[in-house]
């Protein structure tokens, strides 16, 4: 009996997977729009519809074995599950246009693909020599991934059923009691965002085709970009402050938006994380200025425009960049690796340890030394928004932040440890792999296309454990560990 429930469960669970990448060969096509201005990519750019077949095969056939019936309500277990095999899946079907095209091996094109997909940004591609479809399709990674490519596709698919599978990301702005109406609203949100900037990069002077992938990974806090110098290349202040406004926007909580977009500015100011931010903003703009960008640039209006630019892109998770890492001193390093592990808001597209749980920790730390100073038997509460929901710090708050600090901080130490291992600086090291593990993609040059296998999958690892923060990916292999040993078990007793 409980065996058969399990594979029902089972059947649902690739049912729905198959109901997912039936309808991904979409995304996979629409880079080839590009090619109806620019015809003498196309050629190039039929290993878009060879990976899009392959998609669509793999799809229809869980989707036909599978028989999900529609609307079949899916646990938060069973989300876990879908999540971990969603981003799994898209990540490798999307390496495959680059390995079809020859531009990269097996191991380059799905580093490639995850950092796309987990907002990452560092690359190993050529930016001056690969076809438009690829840079665009590139930038779509990014805007599809900061979203959550298992939300935004499957709301569709799992409507009021899907609440497992959106807590299972990691979500807490269930921003209406629908889920496919919350799915749907971050969805406005984010596409009114992108086409915003698109306009206001085209008033800076971009070309149309720069503004529409720069602002998609802008607000993605994604940093892939279509020049070989990122940001820097433009050398325009009105770019720059276009691009730090979306890296904010991209930054800030999907509840956080809704509340302003509800004009619940009441609700908004009770949030705690977009003060954080600009607290934090405040103080590292001035150290990067007198401690590091003094030394490489001597006009005080200079040294304001890099150090405000690189401390939003280094905090917000971005990873566009306007200076050269490599010739900064250990203080400005520094510096930049906290903002890098600081990150931007829970439930944003950014990655690190999140504002929300700094802003948690430091209401922690104050409810502590209140206490200390009442009666034992004194019952103090301390509350915490997160858009227009509520909360008090309780267990579960600590226990979730202390689980997800030591699992931040025992990856990022083994990462740096085996960057070093290859030769790297301890201080290089630290830099490059805060900027996989928190999803940034900010570089002092580690990660390059003559990079060692073993270093671009330790990196590779870091992105995709970033942003899908740790707990999702052991809570679906512990699941799936645990039903096997189930079934082996039964088996063998059979």
Not at 36 to 42: A, C, K, L, R
Not at 152 to 162: D, R
Request: some cysteine; aromatic content about 14%.
């Amino acid at each position: 009996m409980f065996i058969d429930l399990l594979k029902q469960r089972y059947r649902l669970v690739f049912g729905y997977l198959g109901n997912l990448f039936v309808f991904f060969p979409i995304v996979l096509l629409i880079p080839l729009l590009y090619c109806i201005w620019n015809p003498e990519d196309f050629l190039q750019s039929l290993a878009f519809v060879e990976a899009a077949s392959i998609s669509f095969v793999i799809g229809m056939t869980l989707k036909l074995t599978m028989k999900v019936r529609p609307g079949s309500p899916i646990s938060v277990q069973e989300g876990a599950i879908v999540v971990l095999f969603s981003w799994v899946m898209a990540i490798i079907l999307s390496a495959l246009p680059f390995i079809f095209a020859g531009y990269f091996n097996f191991t380059q094109a799905i580093f490639e693909s995850t950092s796309g997909w987990t907002t990452t940004g560092l690359t190993l591609a050529d930016v001056e020599t690969i076809p438009g479809t690829f840079l665009l399709w590139r930038s779509m990674m990014q805007y599809l991934g900061g979203a959550g490519i298992a939300i935004i596709m499957m709301s569709a698919i799992l409507g009021p059923a899907g609440l497992g599978l959106y807590k299972a990301e990691g979500r807490m702005d269930n921003l209406v009691p629908n889920i496919k109406s919350s799915t749907r609203t971050i969805a406005t949100i984010y596409g009114s965002y992108a086409v915003a900037g698109i306009i206001m990069y085209r008033i800076a002077g971009m070309n149309l085709f720069d503004a529409i992938n720069h602002s998609l990974t802008a607000l993605a806090t994604g940093g892939f970009s279509t020049k070989a110098g990122s940001i820097a290349e433009f050398n325009s202040v009105s770019v720059e402050i276009v691009t730090i406004v979306l890296m904010l926007l991209g930054a800030t909580g999907f509840g956080i938006h809704y509340t302003i977009w509800k004009r619940n500015f009441r609700a908004f100011w009770k949030n705690g994380e977009p003060k954080l931010m600009f607290v934090i903003l405040a103080i590292f703009t001035p150290l990067l200025m007198t401690g590091t960008l003094s030394i490489f640039y001597s006009s005080g209006a200079e040294q304001f425009r890099h150090s405000v630019f690189q401390a939003v892109s280094a905090l917000t998770g971005t990873g566009f960049s306007t200076v050269d890492f490599v010739p900064w001193n250990h203080f400005g390093i520094y510096l930049v690796i906290l903002l890098m592990i600081f990150g931007g808001d829970l439930d944003s597209t950014s990655g690190g340890l999140k504002q929300y749980r700094l802003f948690a920790l430091l209401k922690i730390l104050w409810l502590e030394i209140r206490r200390y100073f009442l009666p034992k038997d004194a019952i103090l509460k301390e509350e915490i928004w997160k858009g227009e929901t509520k909360r008090y710090i309780d267990n579960s708050l600590v226990k979730e932040i202390l689980l997800v600090f030591s699992l931040y901080f025992l990856t990022y130490a083994i990462g740096t440890g085996v960057l070093m291992a290859y030769g790297h600086s301890m201080a290089f090291s630290a830099f490059e792999y805060a900027s996989a593990l928190s999803t940034v993609g900010l570089s002092v040059g580690i990660t390059a296309p003559n990079a060692p296998a073993g270093l671009i999958w330790a990196e590779t690892i870091g992105m995709f454990l970033g942003r899908l923060e740790f707990l999702v990916v052991i809570y679906a292999i512990t699941k799936l560990m645990r039903d096997g040993r189930i079934l082996l078990r039964r088996r063998r007793n059979a």
